[in-house]
Nanobody, 126 residues
Framework: QVQLVESGGGLVQAGGSLTLSCITSRPTFSQYAMAWFRQAPGQEREFVAALSLGGGTTAYADAVKGRFTISRDNAKKAVYLQMNSLKPEDTAVYYC???????????????????WGQGTQVTVSS
């Protein structure tokens, strides 16, 4: 497991934008697929977006497709989630996660990830 630190959450009006960041000190960061998940109050954690090692392959939950963009900067050991056209239903704690196996493709299953950040709160007001 590795330490992941998220930032960038906050309060935004519906229709607004936020960019979340997740950084790590892991030397082999570029060898792991990364993902973002979120958990709203009283709900289970759900998949948001995943990204391959080099960033060329992405996957998104239907609820965010076309509005959110996941990206990574391997030199900075960082992964980002650009969120546009935010809706009140996007309100949740957002977590970044690192795949447990090197060189594995990105996945929407949270059981494929064994390193998680502490989460950053995103609140979208109507």
């Amino acid at each position: 497991q590795v330490q992941l630190v998220e930032s960038g959450g906050g309060l935004v009006q519906a229709g607004g934008s936020l960019t979340l960041s997740c950084i790590t000190s892991r030397p082999t960061f570029s060898q792991y697929a990364m993902a973002w998940f979120r958990q709203a109050p009283g709900q289970e954690r759900e998949f948001v977006a995943a990204l391959s090692l080099g960033g060329g392959t992405t996957a998104y939950a239907d609820a965010v497709k076309g509005r959110f963009t996941i990206s990574r900067d391997n030199a900075k050991k960082a992964v980002y989630l650009q969120m546009n056209s935010l809706k009140p239903e996007d309100t949740a704690v957002y977590y970044c996660a690192a795949n447990k196996v090197r060189f594995r493709s990105g996945s929407s299953r949270d059981t494929d990830y064994d390193s998680w950040g502490q989460g950053t709160q995103v609140t979208v007001s109507s």
